[in-house]
């Protein structure tokens, strides 16, 4: 575990990048679920960044 | 040095979009996993969901752990956003609890980490009526609006 969070991240070293990270599965039930309820949440929502577009 | 908080490593996908650490408990180890997902409808959106790696390989994001370390967890989850922003610095992200308890257990924490980030990303508060305010730590969220502040990095 690390300490002295660095939310910078100047020290890279407390992020790897890994190429070979396992591929999971988004595209089931549940998450497919879960995901469009978030999208459901923010369908009326006035997103607060000028470059969100709703296409 | 912003402050010393515990944070567990984190291995992040060259694209910033999937990271997996392993929370640390008394009597089992969890991996866990962030990733962000484009939103359906909104382009350069992406929703922020995490939770436990099943053995079937899918993410459990409704997992009770019982590890003992939210606050970890969060932190961990927080600093994800440094990768993915490094890697997408004009994406938007959106996150929430995966349950409205959950969001509403999570939200001092996360307001007491946002805080301390907030020099480094733009935030807002999505309220219940479904507008949204700058973050204020003393507010009540169901959401997070995060963007990268390209203005203030030091």
Do not use: C, W
Not at chain 1, 28 to 48: A, D, G, R
């Amino acid at each position: 575990m690390k300490k002295e969070l660095n939310f910078l991240g100047k020290d890279e070293s407390k992020v790897k990048i890994n190429p070979n990270i396992p591929k999971i599965n988004l595209d089931t039930p549940e998450l497919k679920k879960h995901l469009h309820k978030i999208s459901q949440i923010l369908e009326n929502v006035k997103v607060p960044f000028e470059s969100i577009e709703t296409p | 040095m912003i402050t010393e908080i515990p944070v567990y490593n984190i291995e992040t996908s060259p694209d910033g979009l999937y990271h997996i650490f392993e929370s640390i408990g008394s009597q089992k180890n969890t991996k866990k996993m962030v990733v962000y997902v484009p939103d359906e409808n909104k382009t350069n959106l992406f929703q922020l969901i995490f939770g436990d790696v099943t053995d079937d390989h899918t993410l459990d994001v409704f997992a009770i752990s019982n590890n003992q370390d939210m606050k970890i967890i969060l932190v961990t989850v927080i600093q994800t956003l440094y990768a993915f922003f490094e890697i997408n610095p004009t994406k938007k992200v959106f996150f929430t609890g995966s349950t409205d308890a959950r969001t509403r257990l999570y939200s001092a924490t996360i307001s007491n980490l946002f805080e301390k980030t907030e020099i480094f990303y733009h935030i807002y508060g999505l309220l219940e009526d479904d507008s949204t305010e700058p973050f204020s730590k003393t507010g009540y969220y169901k959401g997070y609006f995060i963007e990268k502040n390209h203005e203030k990095r030091t």
